[in-house]
């Protein structure tokens, strides 16, 4: 199986190869008018970018190629243009890895077209006449017309009105937007980690990756920390002490600003802490739950029309109104406004509790085979749930065991009201876990 959670990923040179990056983009694609192309800033993205678009060219298809821009920028494009598009990146894997994401009108495709790519993928490749091959074009507004999105989506004025001083650590393609951005909302900006090819540090928002922004926050006085994964469909803040906020938290805060401004329906997915559920009670929203990742929480999206915003507690956010994809600087935006009415993030945080939580990750060559083995042992005993992995409901939390769709590992997530009962049953379901990657 080529795609996982989101697009396909891997290792650049023996699992992501200029030949395979050829043979995805002439599978996909075939047949159509336009193909929209962009990549983030790895070391790796131009010689995938120029296969890309000598294969889709060779089909016959026109290339619109956008540059470096983020994931979200890309996807918007395709969603005003109607069209399909080829984002290569690996998001928040580091520089050894490289990736491609396939969109199709704003989001990534669905698993049935996915499907479809892999048929098509081993067959010959499609070569048109010479009379008859597409076109290369280039396209420089891309980014500004997802500014000006964005700009409709947030109070402006309200924003500039509260003159907030950021530092933004954008350490991948986000600094094309981000900082640009920032300063169109009046915002006194300090950015790191920007002007390169590649990256300065991880590019996966942790705490510890993002240890030096909280240091700059501190030192410069900011009141917000603010960074972006590789591709930028992520966003992740620090409050004014440079402390982040946490998954959870970040992720409450934003639902919670969102059921505020219009009643709906919200999706989120197994991962999402209790949390999540009581705000969404709280605030007498409605909610839709739905596998891990971001292609699930865009599906669910698209069918429920009283869908008002979905997304991840990785710092992925889906607006309705936006495009139908996670948009790590619509969410940037979104969280000023926050910041805006409500200032202090130290001080709001306290508002959004959330209860004794563990999230590890386990080495595992073989996800299927040790998932088999731990799906036999993994029985506590509370509501079994098979979506994606096996979670299990209890009254007072859950416990979820699945395989990464990114990489060779496998998750566990737990999160109990008491901590004596988390510890107790996340020890027993490690030593599972454990026991099924060893055998
Ligand atoms: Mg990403």
Request: hydrophobic share 40%.
């Amino acid at each position: 199986m080529l795609f996982g959670t989101s697009g396909i990923r891997g290792l650049y040179g023996t699992e992501i190869t200029p030949l395979l990056a050829m043979k995805i983009a002439n599978a996909f694609a075939q047949k159509e008018r336009e193909i929209a192309l962009a990549t983030d800033m790895r070391e790796t993205s131009e010689i995938l970018k120029n296969v890309v678009i000598s294969s889709a060219l060779a089909t016959g298809v026109n290339v619109m190629d956008l540059g470096e821009i983020p994931t979200p920028t890309l996807a918007f494009y395709t969603q005003k243009k109607n069209c399909k598009g080829i984002m290569i990146t690996a998001s928040h894997n580091p520089g050894e890895y490289n990736g491609l994401k396939l969109y199709r009108n704003g989001r990534e495709i669905s698993k049935k077209e996915e499907a479809e790519v892999e048929a098509d993928y081993g067959k010959e490749m499609r070569l048109v006449k010479w009379d008859k091959l597409g076109k290369l074009f280039h396209y420089e507004y891309a980014v500004r017309e997802h500014i000006e999105m964005i700009k409709r989506n947030v109070n402006m004025e309200k924003i500039r009105n509260a003159k907030i001083k950021v530092v933004v650590d954008c350490n991948g393609v986000g600094m094309h937007i981000t900082p640009a951005l920032l300063r169109e909302m009046g915002c006194i900006v300090i950015s790191m980690n920007c002007g390169k090819r590649g990256f300065y540090r991880n590019p996966e928002p942790t705490a510890e990756n993002l240890a030096e922004l909280g240091k700059m926050v501190r030192a410069s006085s900011a009141h917000i920390g603010i960074a972006h994964d590789g591709d930028a469909d992520r966003v992740i803040f620090t409050d004014e002490n440079g402390e982040m906020l946490g998954l959870d938290v970040q992720f409450g805060i934003i639902t919670e600003h969102e059921l505020k401004q219009k009643n709906g329906l919200i999706i989120s997915t197994i991962e999402a802490s209790l949390l999540i559920k009581e705000l969404i009670k709280k605030n007498k929203g409605k909610n839709i739950v739905v596998g891990v990742g971001s292609t699930n929480v865009s599906e669910a999206m698209e069918k429920n029309k009283n869908a008002i915003f979905g997304g991840e507690p990785a710092g992925e956010y889906i607006f309705k109104n936006g495009v139908n994809t996670p948009d790590g600087i619509l969410g940037c935006a979104k969280f000023l406004e926050i910041f805006a009415e409500n200032g202090s993030f130290a001080q709001l945080k306290k508002n959004y509790k959330i209860y004794p939580i563990i999230r590890k990750k386990f080495g595992c060559t073989d996800r299927k085979r040790a998932m088999e083995k731990i799906s036999k042992a993994f029985l506590f005993g509370g509501n079994r749930n098979v979506i994606d992995g096996i979670r299990e409901d209890f009254e007072d939390g859950f416990m979820l065991v699945r395989a990464s769709g990114t990489e060779n590992a496998i998750r566990l997530t737990a999160e109990f009201r008491s901590m004596d009962k988390l510890m107790e049953l996340a020890e027993k379901a490690e030593k599972i876990i454990k026991d099924a990657i060893k055998k």
